[in-house]
T-cell receptor, first 113, second 112 residues
Framework: GAVVSQHPSRVICKSGTSVKIECRSLDFQATTMFWYRQFPKQSLMLMATSNEGSKATYEQGVEKDKFLINHASLTLSTLTVTSAHPEDSSFYIC?????????FGPGTRLLVL | DAKTTQPTSMDCAEGRAANLPCNHSTISGNEYVYWYRQIHSQGPQYIIHGLKNNETNEMASLIITEDRKSSTLILPHATLRDTAVYYCIASAGGTSYGKLTFGQGTILTVHP
């Protein structure tokens, strides 16, 4: 299967700071990447769809000004959590597809103090 | 994505086959059945998918009923490392169009 990586795997930051999470497709080109969020004991929820060279599409209820997405190349999408607050603490996961199958990164655990 | 229904939890003895059911009675003709699993604190791992026919790979087998309203994921010889949450998803798929909707999944516990 295709390989998706994420960096960092864990990050701790202070409230009010911004955090950038990178998602890379290692062995394929990804015109589209998906960003999910998972709170403890809950399932994955799609936040946004990242499109290479164009604006991201956000799901209802997700603040686009808070979660900035950049997809500048066919192998890299970044999610920046701006002015992070404790309620943004979560597990962030990206995914992208080859043919009809989506593959996921290992996830980034964000803890905002 | 069509709604899927899975049991909340299941147990399986190590070395035995684990059979995980999934109902997707409103699945559309162009929607695949996907199975993923998530081990604690990791991203979802792709297992297998199918459209109409039964499928088998090195990880599992997928049995889809003829009317496509339900399916079963079979792990032929479960190990302790197979303990995870298993998600059944019905989706049109596609690299650009396939937004996956995750339900609560089935917590599979494999015990010695």
């Amino acid at each position: 299967g295709a390989v998706v990586s994420q960096h960092p795997s864990r990050v701790i930051c202070k409230s009010g700071t911004s955090v950038k999470i990178e998602c890379r497709s290692l062995d394929f080109q990804a015109t589209t990447m998906f960003w999910y969020r998972q709170f403890p004991k809950q399932s994955l929820m799609l936040m946004a769809t990242s499109n290479e060279g164009s604006k991201a599409t956000y799901e209802q209820g997700v603040e686009k000004d808070k979660f900035l997405i950049n997809h500048a190349s066919l192998t890299l999408s970044t999610l920046t959590v701006t002015s992070a607050h404790p309620e943004d603490s979560s597990f962030y996961i990206c995914g992208s597809g080859v043919r009809e199958t989506q593959y996921f990164g290992p996830g980034t655990r964000l803890l905002v103090l | 994505d069509a709604k899927t229904t899975q049991p909340t939890s299941m147990d399986c003895a190590e070395g035995r086959a684990a059979n995980l059911p999934c109902n997707h009675s409103t699945i559309s003709g162009n929607e695949y059945v996907y199975w993923y699993r998530q081990i604690h604190s990791q991203g979802p791992q792709y297992i297998i998918h199918g459209l109409k026919n039964n499928e088998t790979n090195e990880m599992a087998s997928l049995i889809i009923t003829e009317d496509r309203k339900s399916s079963t994921l079979i792990l032929p010889h479960a190990t302790l490392r197979d303990t995870a949450v298993y998600y059944c998803i019905a989706s049109a798929g596609g690299t650009s169009y396939g937004k996956l909707t995750f339900g609560q999944g089935t917590i599979l516990t494999v015990h010695p």
